[in-house]
């Protein structure tokens, strides 16, 4: 467990939620179905020193933006009159919450409050989170997640693709598979491919899609492609399986977005032994998670990457020894008053206390759903 910094002293007053909808700029497609509607949580953890920490929650669906709102209540009422430390305040929620088991989406709303809060705790001190954290503001290298989703017309594939390199420069760009077929996988990488050249890294996700026997077929032809990296070619826990393709594949596997806490994590990398990670932020334990998570990348010298919430990831891979790439989604960009910056294919981490949530309340105000 990495030692904790100093922080300043806080009491949890409340906490507030906000349940909001918004359109992505690129239809996110993917091997499970289309995201054509992007339903958030906002969450704000006020605090009795006037402090007000903030986060949000990418919850799939708008009922589950309802369910975590309605625990991020029973969290309150745990929490609420306290004065500690964030890691402390994870400790006390794990504890309580042991019968039910903090997983789903309980382990969301203990994730989101755990961010805001010390979101909280950096602008009480003054800093950035990755300087409280120990760390330095510095560019990180991204790749744009936007979109690149499977589509019948390669033209207007490869045309996508030209268009979410140019958002920030970016040299690197996702593409999720799981056509119908392996030669329609592969015209897709090689459509993409020749538009965009082969000086940018072009990563794959089959998002879960395949058996084994299929993903050693499909992953023997695209190692022959020149992909960055294999990502979630079979089911996200079969970790015999994804040793198995890491032994007999030579494009590296990433795996990682579906790691539940940190113990999730520890086990994924004694059995399956990917070559690249990427926790997520609402399912690894918000930062306190995150934390651990770095420390067992650093110890098994793996890279670490980031899935979603680029804002507060871009602070959390600058405090991450073995940083990789910050997953790129701008779906919160509307919602805020300084979006995250791209510049030359890199996230610039803002020097400004917190983790760089504000809410543009106008905004807000225009996407919220009840």
């Known amino acids: 467990m990495p030692n904790n910094p100093p922080t300043p002293p806080l009491t949890v007053r409340a906490i507030r939620t906000t349940p909001v909808e918004v359109p992505p700029t690129f239809i996110l497609g993917t091997s499970a179905g289309a995201i054509r509607q992007v339903p958030l949580l906002l969450v704000d953890v006020e605090t009795e020193e006037g402090v007000t920490g903030r986060s949000y929650m990418f919850c799939h669906m708008r009922s589950v933006v309802v369910a975590v709102a309605a625990l991020l209540g029973d969290v309150e009422r745990v929490v609420k009159g306290?004065?500690?430390?964030?890691?402390?305040?994870?400790a006390k929620l794990l504890k309580r919450f042991t019968l039910i088991g903090v997983q789903g989406v309980l382990r969301m709303a203990i994730s989101s409050f755990d961010v805001a809060f010390w979101d909280a705790v950096a602008q009480a001190a003054k800093q950035p989170l990755c300087r409280l954290l120990g760390a330095e503001p510095r560019p990180i290298p991204a790749y744009n997640?936007?979109?690149l989703g499977p589509r019948d017309d390669l033209s207007a594939l490869a045309d996508e693709a030209e268009k979410l390199l140019a958002v920030g420069e970016f040299?690197?760009?996702?593409?999720?598979?799981?056509?119908?077929t392996l030669r329609e996988d592969i015209d897709a990488v090689r459509a993409v491919r020749k538009r965009i050249g082969d000086d940018v890294a072009l990563m794959v996700d089959y998002n879960q899609a395949l058996s084994?026997?299929?993903?050693?077929?499909?992953?023997?032809?695209?190692?022959?492609?020149?992909?960055?990296?294999?990502?979630?070619?079979i089911r996200h826990d079969d970790y015999a399986g994804?040793?198995?393709?890491?032994?007999?594949?030579?494009?590296?596997?990433?795996?990682?977005?579906?790691?539940s806490l940190p113990i999730g994590m520890a086990t994924a990398l004694e059995h399956a032994k990917p070559r690249y990670v990427m926790p997520d932020l609402e399912r690894i334990g918000g930062v306190t998670g995150w934390r651990e998570a770095a420390q067992l990348a650093a110890v098994n010298r793996v890279p670490m990457s980031s899935h979603l919430f680029p804002e507060v990831s871009a602070y959390l891979l600058a405090a991450t020894p073995t940083r990789h790439y910050l997953e790129y989604v701008d779906w919160a960009d509307v919602l805020l008053q300084e979006p995250l910056r791209l510049a030359d294919g890199h996230a610039l981490?803002?020097?400004?206390?917190?983790?760089g949530l504000v809410w543009n309340e106008d905004a807000v105000a225009r996407h919220r759903f009840e």
Request: glycine share 10%; net charge negative.
């Open 82 to 90: 306290d004065k500690a430390d964030p890691p402390a305040l994870w």
């Open 145 to 147: 997640s936007c979109g």
């Open 171 to 180: 040299r690197a760009v996702k593409l999720r598979l799981g056509y119908p």
């Open 212 to 233: 084994i026997d299929e993903a050693l077929l499909r992953g023997r032809a695209l190692d022959a492609e020149g992909v960055y990296w294999l990502e979630e070619p």
């Open 242 to 259: 994804a040793a198995r393709l890491g032994r007999e594949l030579k494009t590296p596997l990433q795996i990682g977005e579906n790691f």
């Open 349 to 355: 981490v803002p020097d400004r206390p917190g983790n």
